[in-house]
């Protein structure tokens, strides 16, 4: 009687296997893949074992975070006899298949999930079909392809007499996944504090307690170091020092008037002094990093490292932005140098300016490679300019229909970025108009005189008539 229990379960045992064996056999199962690079050919592997009949095979690329199937490849035996031999229900081994879809050029795009559904006949009826599957990710890398380095808010004035912070910004687009950006100065990676948020805008000089490493080595020689005292002699002496820009009157001093026999144009004159808020040790780099998501998949990546510039140690001081990405064979990497604007070259169109032409002044170029960008301001030596303006902000002056009176008058630009000014100068030569006669023209170049005056006698004795 006890036996009775277990003969049951033996029997009911033996019932589900001879069912099972009945449905069939089928397991699925993808080859996993390491992380692909974009472009590379890749080869998704779908093995499955089984005794049944094959009835069909479908791959499925997975999107929209697997609410959407896309059909990729299908298989299907009813059109096929590649498994003709399987009819015979008399062998029951065991069979290994394996379904290949290679992607030729693989894309940031076919990043995602992918399915291998496999279908079999029942073995107990031909109108059921058993199902299993299988999936796997296709992580696909994508190097950057794109790396700049810019400085952020320019162009920027030289700022002498306040410290003032300075941000260079490297933008690397492109990667995926997001790659890892750092800097080094001069070939020495920059040891910088990580920050979260950006600084503010009105943060005075940065700061940090960590031991600062002198570089007075670098470009700091005894001239310098005078020359800075002599300015600050002359700060506590009250006194104007000799490289601070002049303020400006409608009414020039007579003793400051350039006579033109005399007058001797200077070529280019550097700023160079530096007064007491200049520290001779190893700035403090702060370091931070943004993500940007493309609608590609890739990732923008922005790495802004800020410091209190120096333009007595960081002018010609190279900077540079190297990249590590796993789909690169080695960093990738965008170089700067810091450096001030020195001898601005001019152009002046027409070469030959007459009366009542429009003169261009353009500076197009320096004597050195500028770096950040250099701002523009020029200035009449003297007086005012031709609109009556004090100053204009720009890389090229344009002079309107330019009277006789403006020959001779000479034209001041300085050139400036953070890293310090430069003054040039140019003289603009008027030479006669054949055709406006002499004393024909106004203060704007436009012509007048004899002509002008009979319409107007013309104009008067009109208006006398019509009114007797």
């Known amino acids: 009687m006890r036996a009775a229990p277990s003969l ?51 791959w499925y690329r997975v ?27 008399r062998r029951r081994e065991d069979l290994v298949y394996q379904s290949t879809v290679r992607l030729p050029e693989v894309r940031v795009s076919d990043n995602g999930p992918y399915e291998c559904h496999v279908g079999i ?42 410290a003032q912070n300075f941000t260079l910004v490297c933008i690397v687009s492109g990667g995926k996944p997001a790659p890892t950006v750092y800097f080094k100065r001069d070939g020495e990676p920059i040891d910088a504090v990580p920050l979260l948020e950006p600084l503010a805008a009105s943060s005075g ?74 520290h001779s040790s190893e700035p403090v780099y702060f370091l931070r990093h943004s993500h940007t998501p493309g609608s590609d998949g890739t990732v923008e990546v922005r790495a802004l490292l800020t410091w209190t510039l120096n333009p007595q140690i960081d002018n010609e001081a190279l900077f540079s932005c190297e990249v590590k990405h796993p789909a690169l064979s080695m960093p990738m990497q ?7 604007p020195k001898g601005p070259k001019i152009m002046m169109t027409p070469s030959r300016a007459r009366v009542g032409d429009t003169v261009r002044i353009l500076v197009h170029g320096f004597q050195n490679e500028v770096f950040p960008e ?65 004393g024909t023209e106004d203060s704007n170049g436009s012509a007048s005189g004899p002509a002008g005056v009979r319409l107007t006698l013309v104009l008067a004795l009109t208006v006398v008539l019509e009114l007797t």
């Open 63 to 89: 999107t929209d975070g697997g609410t959407i199937k896309q059909k990729i490849f299908t298989f299907d035996a009813m059109f096929s006899t590649n498994f003709s031999h399987m009819e015979s229900y």
């Open 8 to 58: 049951r379960g033996c029997v009911c045992l033996l019932l589900a296997a001879i069912l099972d064996r009945a449905r069939g056999y089928l397991t699925v199962n993808i080859e996993p893949l390491p992380p692909v690079v974009a472009g590379d050919a890749v080869t998704l592997k779908c093995n499955f074992k089984t005794d049944g009949r094959m009835r069909e095979i479908v």
């Open 374 to 438: 250099p701002m523009f301001t020029w200035t009449r030596v003297g007086s005012r300019l031709l609109d009556g303006s004090a100053e204009f902000d720009g890389k090229e002056l344009v002079l309107e229909r330019v009277p006789a009176e403006l020959n001779g008058s000479m034209y001041r630009c300085m050139a400036q970025n953070p890293l310090g000014s430069t003054d040039t100068h140019t003289r603009l030569i008027v030479f006669e108009n054949p055709n406006i006669p002499r």
């Open 205 to 278: 000089p940065l700061q940090d307690s960590r031991p600062f490493r002198s570089l007075l080595h670098r470009d700091l020689d005894d001239t310098k170091v005078q020359r800075s005292l002599s300015l600050l002699d002359a700060e506590t002496r009250g006194g104007r020092p000799s490289t601070e820009r002049p303020s400006r009157s409608l009414t020039p001093d007579p003793s400051s008037v350039i006579q033109p026999t005399t007058e001797s144009i200077p070529e280019t004159v550097v700023s160079r002094e530096f007064p007491r808020w200049v």
């Open 121 to 162: 006949y029942d073995r107990a009826t031909r109108e059921k079909v058993v199902l299993a599957s299988g999936n796997i990710f296709l992580n696909v890398m994508a190097p950057p392809t794109s790396i700049e380095v810019v400085a952020a808010d320019t162009p920027a004035p030289f700022s002498r007499y306040q």
């Open 334 to 340: 965008a170089e700067v140098t810091l450096v001030a």
